[in-house]
């Protein structure tokens, strides 16, 4: 994981967004909420296929990514933190990594390879909590974290709009990013198992 390292420099971006959020006299669990929702626009835009709605998936992407650091900032600021709202924003979170790999495999057509992507992603995330819920603790090693993979996607939205035609071997750059997920994100879940196993 990279970008889950300068998690605290996006903390200190955060003070405005966490005050409007808490004008408006929303909840961490409403934001969740909110977040989800922009993330499936997201994927559904992913599907279209087109330039302007690459662009506006990425777009929706992106901001999912920061509205999932504003609730849990919020949390902080309201003191509200709750197992009720982590599981929320988990399950919300897997929900929504299914809805952009989804969109995308259905925008260029590669339903093999996104299964293999979706299931890649999931059984990382699962390994983690599993192994948490055996009592190692709560696991996030690995190459990509959510954070790397949303801001990889939200890339791949804008290369997307911009060059959607085939660039390698007669895949296109949604293509690679799909099977950088199902490759990764296996060998990630293999990693963690491992390592979990060890320290039984």
Same mark, same amino acid.
């Given at each position: 994981?990279? %970008? !889950? #390292? $300068?998690?605290?420099? /996006?903390?200190?971006?955060?003070?405005?967004?966490?005050?409007? =959020?808490?004008? &408006? @006299?929303?909840?961490?669990?409403?934001?969740?909420?909110?977040?989800?929702?922009?993330?499936?626009?997201?994927?559904?835009?992913?599907?279209?296929?087109?330039?302007?709605?690459?662009?506006?998936?990425?777009?929706?992407?992106?901001?999912?990514?920061?509205?999932?650091?504003?609730?849990?900032?919020?949390?902080?600021?309201?003191?509200?933190?709750?197992?009720?709202?982590?599981?929320?924003?988990?399950? %919300? !979170? #897997? $929900?929504?990594?299914? /809805?952009?790999?989804?969109?995308?495999?259905?925008?260029?057509? =590669?339903?093999? &390879? @996104?299964?293999?992507?979706?299931?890649?992603?999931?059984?990382?995330?699962?390994?983690?909590?599993?192994?948490?819920?055996?009592?190692?603790?709560?696991?996030?090693?690995?190459?990509?974290?959510?954070?790397?993979?949303?801001?990889?996607?939200?890339?791949?939205?804008?290369?997307?709009?911009?060059?959607?035609?085939?660039?390698?071997?007669?895949?296109?750059?949604?293509?690679?990013?799909?099977?950088?997920?199902?490759?990764?994100?296996?060998?990630?879940?293999?990693?963690?198992?491992?390592?979990?196993?060890?320290?039984?």
């Amino acid at each position: 994981m990279t %970008l !889950d #390292r $300068y998690r605290s420099v /996006a903390d200190r971006l955060l003070g405005p967004w966490v005050t409007a =959020a808490a004008k &408006l @006299g929303l909840s961490p669990d409403q934001v969740s909420v909110v977040a989800f929702g922009i993330t499936v626009a997201g994927g559904g835009a992913f599907a279209v296929g087109t330039a302007a709605f690459y662009a506006a998936g990425a777009a929706c992407v992106l901001l999912n990514g920061w509205l999932d650091l504003v609730d849990a900032a919020l949390a902080r600021r309201l003191d509200v933190a709750s197992d009720g709202g982590d599981l929320l924003d988990h399950v %919300l !979170d #897997r $929900y929504a990594d299914i /809805a952009i790999i989804a969109g995308f495999t259905a925008g260029v057509d =590669a339903y093999a &390879l @996104g299964f293999l992507a979706v299931t890649g992603v999931l059984m990382t995330s699962y390994m983690g909590t599993q192994i948490q819920a055996v009592g190692i603790g709560r696991e996030y090693g690995g190459l990509l974290g959510r954070a790397d993979r949303l801001a990889l996607m939200g890339v791949v939205g804008l290369v997307a709009a911009v060059y959607p035609a085939p660039i390698v071997a007669g895949y296109s750059v949604v293509d690679l990013l799909l099977a950088l997920f199902a490759a990764v994100g296996h060998l990630t879940a293999v990693q963690r198992f491992l390592g979990a196993w060890r320290d039984l």
